[in-house]
C-alpha cells in the first residue's frame, strides 16, 4: 500500500494485481485495492472476498492458489481438490474464478520446475473443459527464473517482477 500511495495517481487505469498469501482479515484491502487475487485457498476467504466486494459493488476476479508441491511454506488448494474446489466456487457470488495460480519448488535444476507445471495445465484444461467457462482463462505459473519453462508448458501468465524490477530489498517496504 505505501507503494500505491507514492505512485498516486499514476495509477489510473492500471490493472493491479494481488500475489502472494491473503489472510482473511486482509481480504477487504485487497478487495478494496486489487483488480485480480491469485491466491484464493479456502471457501472461508472465497465467502469474505464475496462479502467485501459485494459492500463496494464489484465482482471480484479471483484466481484458485493451488498447491502442486509438498513445500510446507507454500499454501494453496491440494491438487486433488480443485476441480471441486472451484465449483464451490461458483455457488459463491461476488467472485469470478479466472483460473489458477501455481508456484513450484525452487530448485537449482530448471527443469525440476516442468513437472509442477505440467500437472497444474492438465488441472487447468480439465477445468475448463468441464466447465465450459469463457472465463477461466488464466493459468498463472512461472516467475523470474522458470517462466520459459511454464510458458512452454502452457502457462497464460508468468510473474516475472524480479527480472524487470531487481530482486526485492525485504528491509525496506
Given at each position: 500500500?505505501?507503494?500505491?500511495?507514492?505512485?498516486?495517481?499514476?495509477?489510473?487505469?492500471?490493472?493491479?494485481?494481488?500475489?502472494?498469501?491473503?489472510?482473511?482479515?486482509?481480504?477487504?484491502?485487497?478487495?478494496?485495492?486489487?483488480?485480480?487475487?491469485?491466491?484464493?485457498?479456502?471457501?472461508?476467504?472465497?465467502?469474505?472476498?464475496?462479502?467485501?466486494?459485494?459492500?463496494?459493488?464489484?465482482?471480484?476476479d479471483c484466481l484458485i492458489e493451488?498447491?502442486?508441491?509438498?513445500?510446507?511454506?507454500?499454501?494453496?488448494?491440494?491438487?486433488?481438490?480443485?476441480?471441486?474446489?472451484?465449483?464451490?466456487?461458483?455457488?459463491?457470488?461476488?467472485?469470478?474464478?479466472?483460473?489458477?495460480?501455481?508456484?513450484?519448488?525452487?530448485?537449482?535444476?530448471?527443469?525440476?520446475?516442468?513437472?509442477?507445471?505440467?500437472?497444474?495445465?492438465?488441472?487447468?484444461?480439465?477445468?475448463?473443459?468441464?466447465?465450459?467457462?469463457?472465463?477461466?482463462?488464466?493459468?498463472?505459473?512461472?516467475?523470474?527464473?522458470?517462466?520459459?519453462?511454464?510458458?512452454?508448458?502452457?502457462?497464460?501468465?508468468?510473474?516475472?517482477?524480479?527480472?524487470?524490477?531487481?530482486?526485492?530489498?525485504?528491509?525496506?517496504?
Open positions: 500500500m505505501p507503494k500505491f500511495e507514492q505512485l498516486g495517481s499514476s495509477l489510473n487505469g492500471i490493472t493491479k494485481h494481488f500475489i502472494g498469501h491473503l489472510q482473511s482479515n486482509k481480504a477487504i484491502k485487497a478487495v478494496e485495492n486489487f483488480d485480480l487475487i491469485h491466491s484464493l485457498d479456502s471457501i472461508k476467504l472465497a465467502s469474505d472476498i464475496s462479502r467485501y466486494a459485494a459492500n463496494r459493488g464489484k465482482l471480484q493451488v498447491k502442486v508441491s509438498q513445500e510446507i511454506t507454500k499454501t494453496g488448494v491440494d491438487p486433488n481438490d480443485v476441480e471441486g474446489f472451484y465449483k464451490q466456487c461458483l455457488s459463491i457470488p461476488n467472485i469470478l474464478i479466472k483460473g489458477l495460480m501455481v508456484i513450484a519448488p525452487y530448485s537449482d535444476n530448471l527443469e525440476g520446475s516442468r513437472p509442477y507445471f505440467k500437472r497444474a495445465y492438465n488441472l487447468f484444461e480439465n477445468i475448463k473443459k468441464s466447465s465450459g467457462s469463457f472465463e477461466f482463462n488464466i493459468l498463472s505459473m512461472g516467475m523470474s527464473d522458470d517462466y520459459k519453462i511454464a510458458v512452454e508448458e502452457g502457462a497464460t501468465m508468468v510473474r516475472i517482477g524480479s527480472a524487470i524490477f531487481g530482486k526485492r530489498n525485504y528491509g525496506n517496504k
